[in-house]
Antibody, heavy 120, light 105 residues
Framework: QVQVVESGGGVVQPGGSLRVSCAAS????????MHWVRQAPGKGLEWVAF????????YYADSVKGRFTISRDNSKNTLYLQMNSLRAEDTAVYYC?????????????WGQGTLVTVSS | IQLTQSPSFLSASVGDRVTITCRAS??????LAWYQQKPGKAPKLLIY???TLQSGVPSRFSGSGSGTDFTLTISSLQPEDFATYYC???????FGFGQGTKLEI
């Protein structure tokens, strides 16, 4: 049974940093690309970042480029999102999601999300 | 690539047939997926490659289209189908979503 579980959310001041994690189980983690998707309170879904299975390719939304860094540790079956220079508009539930197979495939397993609140 | 869903809100009754449309700002072949999201829950993949039903999804859900115009159809609404639906393109990054369609009783 594939499971992905996010953690690390919390309250952070504007300009601060936070790292959220996503632990995967029930799959060969090193075989799949992974995404981060966020959802601001009461709003729609926004794609944030992608990392390929081996970490060699990374893509970012313009809204987070230069501030967020996606990474993974395949030995720990864990995905990360390092968020720096946080802004109020980064407040959202952050979901990690697994690709079905290749880079341009849909997201077939999602975690339950972790809430990041940027506020003074 | 921008995705525009219509309508944004839809009121319907159990047993109704409903259709949600998603229009892409440029051609995306069949690189389109549909997700269902219920309040407080993660999105769930329903359809991918525009018309392929994800394993375990009821056959009352169907998708069609290619290029720029796509539809999600629910043939006979069930109580558990009242949720918000999103389309997403997978043609190139950034992998954007439509703004969502909230399906209400």
């Amino acid at each position: 049974q594939v499971q992905v579980v996010e953690s690390g959310g919390g309250v952070v001041q504007p300009g601060g940093s936070l790292r959220v994690s996503c632990a995967a189980s029930g799959l060969t983690f090193s075989s799949y690309g992974m995404h981060w998707v966020r959802q601001a309170p009461g709003k729609g879904l926004e794609w944030v970042a992608f990392i390929s299975n081996d970490g060699s390719n990374k893509y970012y939304a313009d809204s987070v480029k230069g501030r967020f860094t996606i990474s993974r540790d395949n030995s720990k079956n864990t995905l990360y999102l390092q968020m720096n220079s946080l802004r109020a508009e980064d407040t959202a539930v952050y979901y990690c999601a697994k690709v079905q197979s290749g880079t341009y495939d849909p997201f077939d397993y999602w975690g339950q999300g972790t809430l990041v609140t940027v506020s003074s | 690539i921008q995705l525009t869903q219509s309508p944004s809100f839809l009121s319907a009754s159990v047993g109704d047939r409903v259709t949600i449309t998603c229009r892409a700002s440029q051609g995306i072949s069949s690189y389109l997926a549909w997700y269902q999201q219920k309040p407080g829950k993660a999105p769930k993949l329903l359809i991918y490659a525009a018309s392929t039903l994800q394993s375990g999804v009821p056959s009352r859900f169907s998708g069609s289209g290619s290029g720029t115009d796509f539809t999600l159809t629910i043939s006979s609404l069930q109580p558990e189908d009242f949720a918000t639906y999103y389309c997403q393109h997978l043609y190139s990054h950034p992998f954007g979503f439509g703004q969502g369609t909230k399906l209400e009783i």
